[in-house]
């Protein structure tokens, strides 16, 4: 429904818009599937998926096909028993028809073919139709292979019978996102990927094949877990140092809308970070719900209750235990099957049932007090870290009150080294965490006081991935960005207290800087992870090189662009010609120069790692991403007739070298060691005025692959990290010395 424009004196009936079926999706598409942007277009993939996994759920589906097209499409294929293609009794057409173009139609209201379902809102692939430019659909059913095609949600050619199939059965959807409403324009694999292996885990033996026919790399990847999340928890904790076995426990309740199921899985390590991840009907509970409180007050109880049986807690120490001491180095999945779940929305971020809670609780009380009293072991080695956990926080309790704030408008308590903005609207107030006192001087004097906060930091903030809630508390800068940003820590945490919605890391380019920007990121992951989850965190983009021509100034992000620049400011008034002889155009030019800047920079960076270029190239048995990047850039070169040999001996270096000096003629090029190199006027052009920079936003696209590099790359296990820093040494382009 909306509304048409109208005069103050002229609103009645006729004013009112009443928008159907398809049109109201494509004018409303955030509604259903929660923006237009990257999350969004994978949504739809997600939408489509979900069907699938829903027939796998109800035993009819054990192989779903994932495949990223070569021209950008989508298909989504299954083997389960094909949407139905017999006419709908109501509404005159055939039901997959009315599946595909119907809000609020499906399989999935009466519980007798899907017991459970993530998509019980009836819109999910009919809303997938209505934001594709086009899409076909092919069900193999009764012996016949069925087609019909849509564009923008309208049947473009009707259901038609295309071949035969045998006894195969199944669906395949193929689909285009419409491009007049998305602002994302391709598919990502790494988020795909992310998706698929996690549906992977909560299916166990359901296989998932992910394939890209767009990139020319060809990815392929297949998702099978027979120990299902069992399987997910030690793929979490693969880079941390266990200190119990995975203990798994599953069971069955009658609700009051049928069966509940719900299934755990839960491994103790020595980190100090907790993780759990939640499902409900396979989709991902990011916001909790009853599932998560009750699995939390199952254990609290359970390991006060054993403690307590056992001698092993004593009265005054049971007072002080907290729940969040109990899951310290705690990792756990918690999935639910519910016949008739209550989400919040479409986008599915929180479940409501209330008696899931008690059903939950009821079911991991039991079974876990059963695996205490069968493994004593297991269960001392629990109690212990949740009193070293407790102790840790009564140690952190003085520390922690010196960072509580009163209110947003309270700055009595607000650290002496922030420089404060005025506004006191979060929404549009900015902090800046700056590197060092000298480029904090700059900040402070160029910035916009109305709206940007400065707060410098000294030195590297502590890595809280090695550390307990008593040294993080301890930690001076740790402390000073907890009272900045006015959220408070812990149990005193309130997202609607954070005084600035913009929280921008802004370092130097160089390793110290990348070093002090990914402890600043664990530390607001670990101990923060709403600001990320609300797209609060930012990194600063400053420039790399200062670039003058002719009194006119520019400044450049990094290598990559400087190179593009001198390249295409080189091809000006020289000629580049084809290994035949002909000239090329500039169109043609350009590419061919990029192209071998490219070979070089990766040349060069196989060269700094102990490679021979010439040698990997060689090899059909080279592996690695360094082996990769050279045959692809080679085989592109072959498009403008050179091969190996050309770049090998000298000719095309010559060639590329010639045309960058020609580029440089009459440039003056400096290249910023630090931010402290620019006075006011520069820090604040370049990088923090709203009109003119370049930040990024931190966004959480995959929790579990978050949590496995922030544990791998920060945590105390040297040999993971050894082996990851050796199998991707290759894949690093930008490294100062």
């Not at 941390?240 to 609700?255: A, T, W, Y």
């Not at 755990?264 to 970070?273: F, G, K």
Request: aromatic residues 8%; hydrophobic residues 35%; negative net charge.
């Amino acid at each position: 429904m909306g509304f048409k424009e109208m005069s103050e004196g002229n609103y009645n009936a006729e004013n009112i818009q009443v928008l159907e079926g398809m049109e109201a999706v494509r004018k409303r598409p955030a509604m259903y599937i929660g923006d237009t942007g990257e999350r969004g277009y994978h949504h739809l993939v997600y939408e489509v998926v979900d069907n699938s996994i829903d027939e796998a759920l109800a035993g009819y589906c054990t192989a779903v096909d994932v495949t990223v097209n070569a021209d950008g499409s989508l298909t989504v294929k299954d083997d389960g028993r094909g949407i139905p293609v017999d006419m709908h009794p109501t509404q005159k057409k055939p039901a997959i028809e009315v599946v595909l173009t119907v809000l609020h139609a499906g399989g999935k209201f009466d519980g007798s073919n899907y017991k459970v379902s993530g998509g019980l809102h009836g819109v999910g692939v009919s809303c997938v139709n209505a934001l594709s430019e086009w899409m076909k659909v092919e069900v193999r059913r009764g012996g016949k292979i069925h087609r019909i095609e849509f564009s923008r949600g309208h049947v473009t050619k009707p259901l038609e019978i295309v071949g035969e199939c045998g006894d195969e059965t199944g669906t395949s959807v193929t689909f285009f996102p419409d491009h007049t409403i998305f602002s994302c324009r391709a598919f990502k694999p790494d988020v795909l990927c992310a998706r698929l292996r996690e549906l992977a885990f909560l299916n166990k033996g359901v296989t998932i094949r992910f394939r890209d026919e767009e990139s020319e790399q060809r990815r392929e990847e297949t998702f099978r877990y027979d120990g299902g999340i069992d399987e997910f928890v030690l793929y979490l904790d693969q880079n941390k140092k266990p200190l119990s076995p995975v203990m798994h426990f599953e069971g069955s309740r009658e609700g009051t809308t049928g069966t509940v199921q719900a299934e755990v899985s839960l491994q103790y390590t020595d980190s100090y970070n907790t993780v759990e991840q939640t499902y409900c009907n396979n989709i991902r509970t990011i916001e909790g719900g009853t599932h998560l409180s009750g699995f939390r007050r199952a254990l609290t109880s359970t390991i006060n209750k054993y403690g307590t049986d056992n001698k092993l807690i004593k009265d005054k120490e049971r007072e002080m235990l907290s729940g969040d001491d109990m899951r310290e180095g705690l990792t756990a999945v918690v999935s639910v099957k519910v016949p008739q779940p209550q989400f919040e929305g479409q986008t599915k971020t929180k479940l409501g049932n209330g008696e899931v809670e008690g059903i939950v609780s009821s079911i991991v009380g039991e079974k876990l007090m059963t695996f205490f009293e069968e493994n004593p072991a297991v269960a001392k080695i629990v109690i212990e870290k949740t009193l070293l956990a407790a102790r840790a926080r009564e140690a952190a309790r003085a520390a922690r009150e010196s960072t509580r704030r009163k209110g947003v408008m309270d700055g009595l308590s607000l650290p002496g080294k922030l420089s404060d903005c005025s506004c006191r609207d979060p929404e549009k107030s900015e902090l800046y965490l700056v590197e060092g006192d000298s480029a904090g001087g700059s900040a402070k004097d160029g910035r916009d006081r109305a709206t940007q906060a400065i707060l410098p930091l000294r030195g590297k903030v502590l890595n809280v991935e090695k550390a307990r809630i008593d040294r993080v508390l301890a930690n001076n800068e740790i402390r000073s960005l907890i009272t900045a940003i006015g959220c408070g820590f812990g149990d005193d945490w309130d997202i609607s207290k954070a005084r600035y919605h913009k929280i921008i890391i802004m370092t130097d380019a160089d390793v110290d800087g990348s070093h002090i920007r990914t402890l600043l990121l664990t530390f607001f992951y670990r101990k923060m992870p709403e600001l990320i989850e609300r797209g609060y965190v930012y990194l600063a983009q400053p420039p790399l090189y200062k670039v003058e021509r002719r009194k006119r100034i520019e400044y450049v992000l990094t290598d990559e662009d400087l190179t593009k620049k001198l390249l295409v400011l080189g091809l000006d008034d020289f000629e580049v010609k084809d290994k035949t002889g002909a000239a090329m155009d500039k169109e043609r030019a350009n590419g061919f120069m990029r192209l071998l800047a490219e070979i070089e920079s990766t040349s060069k960076m196989v060269e700094e790692r102990g490679f021979d270029p010439k040698e990997l190239l060689a090899d059909p048995e080279a592996k690695g991403s360094g082996a990769s990047m050279l045959k692809k850039e080679f085989s592109s070169l072959e498009g403008y007739g050179y091969g190996p040999e050309d770049w090998f001996g000298g000719r095309l270096q010559k060639t590329l070298d010639e045309v960058r000096a020609h580029g440089k003629n009459g440039l003056s090029i400096y290249r910023f060691k630090g931010l402290g190199e620019m006075d006011k006027e520069e820090l604040f052009d370049t990088t923090m005025d709203p009109a003119k920079r370049h930040m990024l936003r931190v966004r959480l696209s995959d929790a579990a692959e978050a949590d496995r590099i922030f544990s791998l790359l920060m945590g105390d296990e040297v040999e993971p990290r050894r082996r990851f820093i050796e199998e991707n040494a290759l894949n690093v382009r930008n490294l100062d010395f």
